[in-house]
Nanobody
Framework: QVQLVESGGGLVQAGGSLRLSCAAS????????MGWFRQVPGKEREFVAAISRSGGSTYYADSVKGRFTISRDDAKDTVNLQMNSLKPEDTAVYYCAAHLDKYASGRTYYTGRNEYEYWGQGTQVTVSS
């Protein structure tokens, strides 16, 4: 079991920045590939960004590419999402997710909701225009 706790959400003006963090409970954090998803009421949870177990591979949704950066710190058991140039359409609840990665290379990232076994409770991000 992995418990994930997100933090860093809040209210920001368009063009501003926020940094989300996700803290994991397990000391085997380095065994997990991580991802960020977001959801607005009435819509499905959508993929935002992913990072491989090794940290060497990352992938972003087209809507955030060039503005968001995902990173991980295995020494602190955390994954971060730096969000710059925020837009009102980025407003959502952001969720951190973990997938136990069994591939030896550790370079695989995962973009599907169903590929992640563990989820945090979410943190609200609101971007005002």
């Amino acid at each position: 079991q992995v418990q994930l706790v997100e933090s860093g959400g809040g209210l920001v003006q368009a063009g501003g920045s926020l940094r989300l963090s996700c803290a994991a409970s397990r000391r085997t954090f380095s065994s997990y590939a991580m991802g960020w998803f977001r959801q607005v009421p009435g819509k499905e949870r959508e993929f935002v960004a992913a990072i491989s177990r090794s940290g060497g591979s990352t992938y972003y949704a087209d809507s955030v590419k060039g503005r968001f950066t995902i990173s991980r710190d295995d020494a602190k058991d955390t994954v971060n999402l730096q969000m710059n140039s925020l837009k009102p359409e980025d407003t959502a609840v952001y969720y951190c997710a973990a997938h136990l990665d069994k591939y030896a290379s550790g370079r695989t990232y995962y973009t599907g909701r169903n590929e992640y076994e563990y989820w945090g409770q979410g943190t609200q991000v609101t971007v005002s225009s």
